[in-house]
């Protein structure tokens, strides 16, 4: 019937202040995590979104300007963190540390 599933996202206030700084929209966010790769490290999930990602029925420059997009997303709330475009993402994202401390108080 022509009826294509949407992915619903939540944004932080975080996520949203971040979005206005770098021009995103949450329709843009949700392009990324469909298309983009994922990969799991630190408690969150990270997509990523290469041009070879794309479908070429996308291929445009509205899809062109999100290459190297990273959207930082908890995906037991559905809820984006933070969203910036940075083409070495994927290895600063390896780096980081595997478990969040918390600091005794």
């Known amino acids: 019937?022509?009826?294509e599933a949407t992915?619903?996202?939540?944004?932080?206030?975080h996520c949203e202040k971040r979005c206005?700084?770098?021009g995103y929209n949450v329709e843009e966010i949700v392009f990324v995590v469909e298309y983009g790769m994922?990969?799991?490290?630190a408690g969150v999930s990270m997509y990523f979104l290469r041009w070879r990602d794309?479908?070429?029925?996308?291929?445009?420059?509205w899809s062109r300007r999100l290459v190297n997009t990273a959207v930082l997303l908890d995906e037991r709330t559905n809820?984006?963190?933070?969203?910036?475009r940075n083409p070495n993402a994927l290895k600063d994202h390896r780096r980081k540390a595997k478990y969040r401390h918390r600091a005794a108080g």
């Open 54 to 61: 794309i479908p070429r029925s996308e291929h445009n420059a």
């Open 1 to 3: 019937m022509g009826m």
């Open 20 to 22: 206005q700084q770098r």
């Open 38 to 41: 994922c990969k799991r490290n």
């Open 7 to 13: 992915i619903v996202i939540n944004l932080t206030s």
């Open 79 to 84: 809820t984006a963190l933070t969203v910036y």
